[in-house]
């Protein structure tokens, strides 16, 4: 009766003294791996921007670029005459040493200028998950119940609009509607302390989370659908259980599971899709940076903010994984592989 947990690294096996020891064996492994997965990771990207045309320093300097000895002093600073292998080598020491090195165009200290800008990032993604996560599950098991109605049609047509327009369509439209026609929000900045930021960033979430709510909508009536046809439904309405105890207590735990899969994926998602929502309303956060760092080549700037989205997702697909078990008390972490 109860939905096979997909396969994540994670075996269903009886619970018991040995679940504590194999999530920590579990959780050790996986980040065993992810060390050289983040070093593939961040040379492959340290080559594009190698292999890639221009010259951060000529954006740098401007008019100024003529000059031979500045050229040189400059190209010396941050090593950029050396071969690809020792330019990531003497990246990959300082980062072993948590230094993130030094940005080309703001002079400034990578680690100082991610963490200026991580706060609106964080707030945006946080925001922009809760309404995904939340109102998706909601309107999907809503649906779902209410299959064939007014209701399930509205939803579901909601989801086909939001799946289909692209982020950053998406919040032109708002910051035009709510924005400048109707002075309902804020059209610019990120706002200061928490309900200032929250009403600066409400339509670039609302924006980031219209398509990405659809999926949520969608995998999620279609597995409630799915469970409300189950035997063990029947069986409980026959013994006199209430509809909001079948739903709530049976169905919709059960239906989280292909949700929570998802999630990852979908969290990741909104995470990357934050690059073009900050352009769109022009905020100051990794996205923005991470666009200017690329079209001027600062390549400390953008091999720091790689090595931070790629360590993310990494703790993403993990939460995921340990969450299975707070939602199927039967799986149980076991031998990744097993």
């Not at 997702?313 to 707070?326: F, Q, S």
């Given at each position: 009766m109860h939905r096979a947990a997909p396969s994540t690294g994670l075996t269903a096996i009886s619970g018991g003294a040995n679940g504590g020891s194999s999530l920590v064996v579990f959780i050790t492994r996986r980040f065993a791996v992810t060390i050289p997965l983040l070093l593939i990771i961040s040379f492959g990207v340290f080559a594009l921007i190698h292999i890639a045309p221009g010259d951060p320093v000529s954006s740098l300097l401007g008019a100024r670029a003529s000059d031979p000895a500045t050229l040189a002093a400059i190209r010396a600073r941050y090593h950029l005459d050396d071969s690809?292998?020792?330019?990531?080598?003497?990246?990959?020491?300082?980062?072993?040493?948590?230094?993130l090195g030094v940005s080309i165009l703001g002079n400034r200290s990578v680690?100082?200028?991610?963490?200026?800008?991580?706060?609106?990032?964080?707030?945006?993604?946080?925001?922009?998950?809760?309404l995904v996560l939340g109102l998706g599950i909601l309107l999907g098991a809503l649906a779902a119940f209410r299959r064939g109605t007014g209701l399930d049609r509205t939803v579901v047509m909601f989801s086909v609009f939001g799946i289909s327009s692209p982020a950053f369509v998406t919040g032109i439209f708002f910051l035009y509607v709510f924005g400048v026609l109707l002075h309902w929000f804020p059209t610019f900045g990120a706002g200061t302390g928490f309900l200032d930021r929250a009403w600066h960033l409400a339509l670039p979430a609302l924006a980031l989370a219209a398509s990405t709510m659809a999926i949520v909508v969608k995998i999620t009536r279609a597995a409630v659908i799915e469970e409300l046809a189950r035997d063990y439904v029947t069986f409980a309405r026959?013994?006199?259980v209430s509809s909001r105890r079948i739903l709530l207590a049976y169905v919709l735990r059960n239906s989280l599971i292909p949700v929570i899969t998802a999630a990852g994926l979908i969290v990741i998602g909104i995470l990357a899709g934050a690059i073009y929502v900050e352009v769109t309303f022009s905020l100051p956060g990794?996205?923005?940076?991470?666009?200017d760092?690329?079209?001027?080549?600062?390549?400390p700037t953008i091999q720091g903010i790689t090595l931070l989205f790629s360590a993310f997702v990494v703790l993403v697909n993990l939460a995921v994984d340990v969450i299975y078990t707070l939602i199927d008390p039967r799986i149980r972490f076991g031998r990744v592989g097993s």
């Amino acid at each position: 009766m109860h939905r096979a947990a997909p396969s994540t690294g994670l075996t269903a096996i009886s619970g018991g003294a040995n679940g504590g020891s194999s999530l920590v064996v579990f959780i050790t492994r996986r980040f065993a791996v992810t060390i050289p997965l983040l070093l593939i990771i961040s040379f492959g990207v340290f080559a594009l921007i190698h292999i890639a045309p221009g010259d951060p320093v000529s954006s740098l300097l401007g008019a100024r670029a003529s000059d031979p000895a500045t050229l040189a002093a400059i190209r010396a600073r941050y090593h950029l005459d050396d071969s690809l292998l020792v330019q990531y080598g003497t990246w990959l020491s300082q980062v072993i040493r948590g230094d993130l090195g030094v940005s080309i165009l703001g002079n400034r200290s990578v680690t100082s200028t991610i963490a200026d800008r991580l706060g609106v990032t964080i707030f945006l993604s946080l925001m922009s998950t809760t309404l995904v996560l939340g109102l998706g599950i909601l309107l999907g098991a809503l649906a779902a119940f209410r299959r064939g109605t007014g209701l399930d049609r509205t939803v579901v047509m909601f989801s086909v609009f939001g799946i289909s327009s692209p982020a950053f369509v998406t919040g032109i439209f708002f910051l035009y509607v709510f924005g400048v026609l109707l002075h309902w929000f804020p059209t610019f900045g990120a706002g200061t302390g928490f309900l200032d930021r929250a009403w600066h960033l409400a339509l670039p979430a609302l924006a980031l989370a219209a398509s990405t709510m659809a999926i949520v909508v969608k995998i999620t009536r279609a597995a409630v659908i799915e469970e409300l046809a189950r035997d063990y439904v029947t069986f409980a309405r026959a013994r006199g259980v209430s509809s909001r105890r079948i739903l709530l207590a049976y169905v919709l735990r059960n239906s989280l599971i292909p949700v929570i899969t998802a999630a990852g994926l979908i969290v990741i998602g909104i995470l990357a899709g934050a690059i073009y929502v900050e352009v769109t309303f022009s905020l100051p956060g990794l996205g923005a940076l991470m666009i200017d760092a690329v079209q001027k080549r600062d390549i400390p700037t953008i091999q720091g903010i790689t090595l931070l989205f790629s360590a993310f997702v990494v703790l993403v697909n993990l939460a995921v994984d340990v969450i299975y078990t707070l939602i199927d008390p039967r799986i149980r972490f076991g031998r990744v592989g097993s």
